[in-house]
């Protein structure tokens, strides 16, 4: 039987994939405020902040989700809590990760806790010398925007219908291109520019301002080439789908090695077994790779809508390796198809693979015969 998908089912449906909606409580929201200069809030003081992603979220009195587990209460997305330990529980329901995280008042499943730092910078009040504008990373669990201009963007516009705040979260990566210090302290305005720098909705008169301190601004040394004296033709990826992991090698030595999510194996709608979202297998052929990427696609049966999705790097057609902040289930399959890490970890993977990419150029392209890096992806 066909299910007709609401608003809000796309919604959940865009959380399993690209999942742009993990956002805050409701009552923390107003239209009023929506361009209203917004300082960093006082985070948690623990080295590792867990931020909750999804909504209705069980902090439980035990690391399991069975019978003999108490919900003590449930968390709203974007609750911060002191990460102090995973432990290996015991989890029931389909799902392959078994690790939670101890708080100090309960445990919270691990897949649905970004791990977080919060490492205030001290930002720059000019634009760099001969640049018109800059990268930056987001270095604190999350940055409150203050918009500007026409609401243009699908995320945006959902976010608005179902009062959540606009944010950028810990890991992501945007183009800044201007500064502001009128309102008592610095702000950057992210250009979310749709002919390039993201490939997203600027130039329609969309933009965010974000506090200067959230935001780390990226050197040349923040991408410079891993391993650049070791033959480009000697760099490999392995992908392994059938235990959701992903190894890069040098001739035949293992360099670097972590877990991924890949495109999940059950229908959205139905729940049945299907290839529709399977990442592919095969000899796969890096031949794009962008610092920072809006991704909008599909429909409202399997649709998403993403900003800033950072350090991508693209293996087949639409298929890229490349950061998620929107959970931190690794070794369960659950994207459209691309091959989800976690941020530090695609960055590493985008620093080291070909071609490699500077600052000043924020992409790099190649087309047939040319290629970068070669991906092994097996099942």
Request: glycine share 10%; proline share 7%.
């Amino acid at each position: 039987m066909t299910k007709k998908l609401s608003r809000r089912d796309f919604l959940k449906l865009a959380g399993l994939g690209l999942g742009a909606m993990a956002l805050a409580p409701y009552q923390q929201f107003r239209l009023e405020n929506f361009s209203t200069p917004k300082r960093l809030p006082d985070f948690p003081n623990s080295p590792i902040i867990g931020r909750v992603v999804d909504r209705g979220i069980n902090l439980r009195s035990r690391p399991t989700n069975t019978a003999g587990s108490t919900v003590i209460r449930e968390l709203e997305a974007d609750t911060l809590v002191e990460w102090q330990r995973e432990v290996v529980g015991t989890v029931i329901g389909g799902l392959y990760n078994q690790r939670y995280v101890e708080t100090p008042e309960g445990y919270i499943y691990g897949s649905v806790l970004q791990p977080t730092r919060n490492l205030p910078n001290t930002p720059i009040t000019e634009i760099p010398a001969g640049k018109n504008g800059f990268w930056a990373e987001v270095t604190v669990p999350y940055v409150d925007l203050a918009h500007e201009g026409n609401m243009v963007s699908p995320w945006l516009r959902d976010h608005i219908d179902y009062n959540f705040p606009p944010r950028l979260y810990y890991g992501q990566v945007v183009w800044m291109d201007k500064i502001r210090t009128q309102n008592g302290f610095v702000e950057y305005r992210w250009n979310e520019d749709a002919n390039g720098r993201g490939y997203g909705y600027g130039p329609y008169g969309e933009f965010y301002w974000g506090d200067g301190a959230g935001f780390k601004v990226l050197t040349e040394a923040d991408v410079a080439t891993i391993s650049p004296d070791v033959d480009p033709k000697e760099k490999t990826m392995l992908l392994n789908l059938g235990i959701q992991t992903l190894a890069c090698y040098e001739g035949s030595r293992e360099v670097y090695f972590c877990r991924v999510s890949s495109g999940r194996i059950h229908d959205p709608v139905t729940g049945l077994v299907t290839d529709t979202y399977a990442t592919p297998t095969g000899t796969l052929l890096t031949h794009w790779k962008i610092m920072s990427k809006n991704m909008t696609a599909g429909s409202e049966a399997s649709g998403y809508s993403t900003p800033a999705v950072p350090w991508c790097t693209y293996i087949q057609g639409g298929v890229a390796i490349h950061g998620a902040h929107w959970h931190n289930a690794y070794g369960d399959p659950r994207s459209h198809g691309c091959v989800n890490v976690a941020p530090e970890d695609a960055k590493w993977i985008f620093r080291w693979s070909t071609p490699y990419v500077s600052l000043d150029a924020g992409e790099e392209r190649r087309n047939l015969p040319e290629y970068g890096t070669i991906v092994k992806s097996v099942s």
